[in-house]
């Protein structure tokens, strides 16, 4: 069982010293809260100069695709947004498993 353990950390460290910059980029468009992705980032030893970088342009997008929306649209996004929240948090999580899930049977 411990084996088994080791053995998927360190195939999840491999993934993030490989796609870890792209992950947090792509985690940053989703309203998951950061936090969970920052910790696991940590955990697998991801480089701090690459995980910064990496949140920095990931922000950047996500507030510059907000301040988009609003600017175009307005009270129709915030309306939307706040009446389907929750279902677009679920929804960012389902689409990330099926990443994941797609990249890992490929």
Known sequence: ??????RAFIAYQHLIEKWGVWIIIAKSLTPIPFKIMAIAAGAAAMSPSAF???AVIGRALH???VATLIALWGGKVMD???RYGRVLAVFS????LGLAVVYHLR
């Open 1 to 6: 069982m411990r084996a088994a353990r080791a």
């Open 52 to 54: 910064l970088v990496s």
């Open 63 to 65: 507030f510059a695709i």
């Open 80 to 82: 939307v947004v706040s």
């Open 93 to 96: 999580v389902l689409l990330l």
